[in-house]
């Protein structure tokens, strides 16, 4: 969070950030009684990649707090204590974390922007699970700290900051390092007919020098990890008698769907394995004193399967995967597809190169260009059934090569004198999708044959901004900025086998004011009123992605307006000597929200415009060092929303629902005990409350398959330094082995370990 405070203040709040040192200690030499209004990041001062005046809520983790207090096994995993902050994480190695803020859900992944070192990694060809940021890209051990910036208030980010804006620092050495960590984990899972232990593995290695005006870090991780289903084959509760001819099965289970409904599931699907091997290299070149010259290059490769497994047995025992069969004198239909494997095949490119000066004078500027590349993305699934499919046969395959984003950015800081720091640039992006789904004779590996449909298309975006933070009063300090934007839609398409249908260029143009006024009346308390605009204009999937029949469009709109939203936020801040305590009240009115839904005149489900949500809340957050004994840590937040459809004329009966995926009451807390130099002891829990899965929130029984649970998880970890640079710790993720599910089922209790060496 960011607080106006005296340094006395920042000194003690930084402390809160390290729990390697004693922050009362380090506070208590710095009296300074200056009082001159300055931004501060709480958890240990501003990281680079961070704007120092930015007019919002900043939340931090850094790296001394995920080694203490935190189960990081994957780099999203940094997140998950912070305020209002949920990741649609479902097993260990998931690369379909999609990031849920205080009005946004885990069906919005395009409302949140994520970077490392100010490069995008937020997949915004689409919003949906399916383009998840690319957490992948970044390991932990090469993360330094993590930024969390709430709501769209500054004119330096673009509209898809209206969740959050997270950006990870990492670690470039001022000497030689080595680094090497191994971990192991592991969780035995129930439901319904599984009974399977899951379990995992992964490696790292860094190693990073500075020599004169040269700086550079390798690293390189493996990861090789088994999750519990995800999803099951469900049917309604047969009412027809079946045939003498159906087969007799045995192990099907009966439960109630999200409706209320009887329901039976037949087996498990998309049980997943993934092998992910990250490697990265990062050169930093001095230039000048106060010129610095950066290059990343980053490769991450994922070779993952899904299987299936039926619940059903014949007579003799062996499994049952299609046809129609007899269960308890009712007839049920496999199709030959309803429970089928897949695998996928990724190799993805990540390089960005920036030049910045870093004089602190009156100018300095930064140039930074990124490019990600599909080089390699194929997914393929069968046509034929279990078991014969194991064996290959004919299936489709669907391939995203050469799908990827580039961005320019231009940036610069003109400090004309104490009362005024202002920030302006040139932001340059395009996205490109190209998607092409054919028939193969042989699934497993065989090539394409024939096309079955294709998707393709463009967007780009060019945008102009600045931003003034002006302190025109003793304590007064006010921001104003504004971001214009010019948005482009091109070269999309959609085909299916036959024929290609193309779409016209849309050339569109936005403005988005921006406004902040913080008052310090005391040197304990900061105020702060933000208010912005913001636009997050339509992906390429949302446009384009969808299929074609006799020329009419299905589940895509080439014509869909921009999602516009008028934030505003007030927050107060007060130290409180070993910490601080934030309160925040929060608003959106959101114009056009972009959500699947159905179509009651037409009957036909397609992402489409909701005519408006309003989204109210307030969140309260609280950390402090020391508290009530030395070497205690103390850290928690309560998050409350009130998220209504207010409007929406395409299915009025939607009017007055709650949001998908927001929950009315979010809440974590954490303590940390630092015995002493060599041992910690990290507790923590994660509350979620009630949520719906649909816009037409039918889904009242939230606690099976396919609904959105309320739960609360304990979280544990110890860690132990064995001496100067070996380290281990053990943790446990869902202590109490509670059974939750956001659509899917979640982990159940999980054990994990690991040993690290530091150089």
Not at 264 to 289: C, E, F, N, R, V
Not at 361 to 366: H, K, Q
Request: hydrophobic share 35%; net charge neutral; with cysteine.
């Amino acid at each position: 969070m960011i607080i106006p405070l005296k340094p006395l203040s920042a000194a003690l709040l930084a402390a809160c950030a390290s729990s390697a040192f004693t922050p009362a200690a380090q506070a208590a030499g710095n009296t300074d009684s200056d009082t001159q209004l300055q931004e501060v990041v709480v958890q240990g001062g501003s990281a680079p990649g961070v704007p120092k005046e930015l007019p919002a809520v900043v939340e931090a983790v850094t790296r001394q707090q995920m080694a203490d207090s935190i189960n990081v096994i994957n780099t999203e995993d940094a997140l998950k204590y912070l305020p209002s902050i949920q990741i649609r994480k479902r097993f260990i190695g998931d690369t379909n974390g999609i990031v849920a803020s205080r009005s946004s859900g885990t069906l919005s992944s395009a409302r949140s922007l994520v970077y490392a070192d100010n490069l995008l990694l937020s997949n915004l060809l689409g919003n949906s699970y399916s383009y998840p940021p690319r957490w992948g890209m970044v390991t932990p051990e090469e993360i330094e700290r993590v930024d969390v910036i709430y709501g769209p208030f500054s004119a330096l980010y673009p509209g898809n900051a209206m969740g959050a804006v997270i950006n990870m620092t990492t670690r470039m050495p001022t000497k030689f390092e080595a680094h090497a960590k191994a971990q192991v984990f592991n969780q035995h899972f129930q439901l319904y007919g599984t009974d399977e232990s899951y379990s995992g593995k992964q490696f790292s290695v860094a190693l990073g020098n500075r020599a004169g005006a040269l700086s550079w870090w390798i690293n390189a991780n493996h990861l090789d990890s088994h999750g519990q289903p995800m999803t099951f084959l469900t049917q309604p509760l047969s009412t027809k008698t079946a045939a003498a001819s159906d087969k007799n099965v045995s192990g099907a289970h009966t439960d109630l769907d999200t409706s209320g409904n009887p329901r039976t599931i037949l087996g498990a699907t998309s049980i997943a394995h993934t092998i992910q091997d990250q490697a990265k290299m990062k050169l930093a070149y001095d230039i000048s004193p106060t010129l610095t010259a950066s290059y990343t290059l980053g490769l991450w490769q994922g070779d993952n399967t899904t299987d299936a497994g039926s619940y059903l047995k014949d007579a003799a025992g062996n499994p049952v995967y299609s046809g129609k069969v007899n269960f308890g004198g009712k007839q049920y239909t496999l199709k030959d597809t309803d429970l089928n494997p897949g695998t996928s095949e990724q190799q993805h490119w990540l390089h960005g190169l920036s030049l910045v000066t870093h004089s602190g004078g009156t100018w300095d500027w930064e140039a930074l260009a990124s490019v990600y590349d599909y080089s390699r993305d194929l997914s393929r699934a069968p046509t034929t059934a279990l078991p014969a499919a194991a064996n290959g046969g004919p299936g489709s395959l669907t391939d995203m090569s050469g799908t990827g984003w580039r961005t320019l950015d231009l940036r610069g800081t003109w400090r004309a004198n104490a009362a005024h720091e202002a920030n302006f640039g040139y932001h340059f992006d395009q996205y490109q999708l190209d998607t092409q789904v054919s028939s193969t004779a042989n699934w497993s590996s065989g090539p394409a044959i024939s096309r079955t449909s294709a998707f393709a298309g463009k967007t780009e975006t060019q945008a102009l901004y600045a931003q003034d933070a002006w302190r025109f009063a003793k304590d007064w300090k006010a921001t104003v900025g504004g971001r214009w934007e010019n948005w482009q839609a091109f070269d999309g398409a959609v085909s299916n086998a036959a024929s290609t249908l193309p779409f016209a260029v849309r050339n569109e143009t936005f403005f988005s004011p921006k406004l902040a006024l913080s008052f310090q009346p005391t040197p304990v308390w900061a105020l702060r009123a933000s208010l912005a605009q913001a636009y997050r204009m339509p992906s390429v999937a949302e446009l384009y992605q969808g299929s074609i029949s006799n020329n009419a469009i299905v589940k895509n709109d080439p014509n869909l307006k921009p999602e516009q939203a008028l934030s505003g936020e007030l927050t107060a801040e007060r130290e409180l000597g070993n910490g601080v305590l934030r309160i925040s009240y929060f608003q959106e009115n959101a114009k056009d929200a972009l959500y699947s839904q159905t179509n009651l005149s037409t009957n036909i489900t397609t992402i489409q415009n909701i005519d408006r949500i309003r989204t109210r809340g307030l969140e309260l957050a609280y950390q402090g060092v020391d508290v009530g004994w030395r070497g205690l840590d103390l850290a928690g937040n309560i998050t409350y929303a009130n998220s209504i459809v207010t409007q929406n004329d395409a299915n009025p009966a939607t009017v007055g629902n709650r949001q998908p995926r927001v929950p009315d009451w979010r809440a974590t807390v954490s303590a940390t005990y630092r015995q002493n130099a060599q041992l910690s002891y990290a507790l923590a829990g994660r509350y979620s409350g009630r949520q719906f899965n649909t816009l037409d929130n039918s889904d009242s029984n939230a606690d099976t398959y396919g609904g959105v649970s309320k739960f609360f998880v304990l979280d544990l970890r110890l860690r132990y330094k064995l001496d100067h640079q070996w380290s281990a710790a053990v943790g446990i993720d869902n202590l109490t082995n509670q059974q939750y599910y956001v659509a899917h089922p979640y982990p159940q209790r999980t054990l994990s370990a690991e040993l690290k060496y530091d150089f």
